[in-house]
């Protein structure tokens, strides 16, 4: 029996959207940042007790700076409450779902102003991603690499998580669902992080994986099930050639 070649798990405009803007990265940023460390959600890189207090949000920041070489001399960190009322979620039954940013990028005076949800400053996997992508945007929209008016730059930017190293995080918060006890009611939280879908992560996983000639990455046992299977079929297509 013959089988056909491996399928690649993303529609072929969404395909060639991110193996043309991986390969401009690396244009941009060069082979060695390509090349660079992995990050994953270990004590190795992320040492020490994490309990979600301001100081923790931002010593994360600091970091993530450092990883991503981005002067946190330039940066402004503001802490935003989330819309829900804490009161009312108590007695009623809440079923919360939001999607796109959980932070917020803006300049003033000259300086990056880095908006961080108070409820996402909890979960430390989404936190990672959020900060990452704001500060994607300090490489992309705040160095003048891209437009403002792009149409794909948040995307765009997601992206730029995955060639900086920190995919792993992106793409496993890049869907959330949870439940939680809220006074006599239970609270049901579905959230999806980011602007890409599961199987564009996957794929654009695996595209960084096959440009780090990494065939078989150890670090995608750190990748959650759903998008590690489209990682799983990305660089199957890709070694099929």
Same mark, same amino acid.
């Given at each position: ?46 040492? @020490? ?19 991503? @070489? ?51 400053? *909890? ?57 939680? *006890? ?11 992080? @980011? ?47």
């Amino acid at each position: 029996m013959v089988w056909g070649r491996p399928k690649c798990p993303v529609r072929d405009v969404e395909r060639d959207w991110i193996e043309r803007n991986l390969d401009w990265f690396v244009g941009e940023f060069g082979q060695p940042r390509l090349r660079g460390t992995v990050l994953l959600p270990t004590e190795e890189h992320f040492p @020490g007790a994490y309990e979600g207090s301001r100081h923790d949000v931002e010593a994360l920041v600091y970091r993530l700076c450092h990883h991503m @070489g981005v002067d946190p001399g330039r940066l402004e960190i503001e802490h935003d409450e989330p819309d829900e009322d804490p009161q009312l979620a108590a007695h009623v039954p809440v079923i919360h779902a939001w999607k796109g940013a959980a932070g917020h990028y803006r300049e003033r005076g000259g300086r990056a102003v880095v908006a961080i949800r108070r409820d996402v400053a *909890a979960r430390p996997m989404a936190l990672v991603a959020t900060v990452a992508h704001e500060l994607g945007h300090v490489l992309l929209l705040g160095d003048g690499r891209v437009d403002p008016g792009r149409e794909d730059q948040e995307p765009l930017t997601d992206l730029l998580t995955v060639f900086f190293g920190l995919g792993v995080f992106s793409a496993n918060a890049s869907f959330d669902y949870s439940r939680e *006890a809220r006074g006599e009611y239970a609270r049901t939280s579905r959230t999806r992080l @980011g602007y890409l879908t599961e199987p564009m992560y996957g794929y654009a996983l695996a595209r960084y994986a096959w440009l780090r000639d990494e065939a078989a990455p150890a670090w995608a046992r750190h990748v959650e099930p759903n998008p590690r299977s489209f990682l799983r079929r990305g660089l199957r297509y890709l070694a099929a050639g």
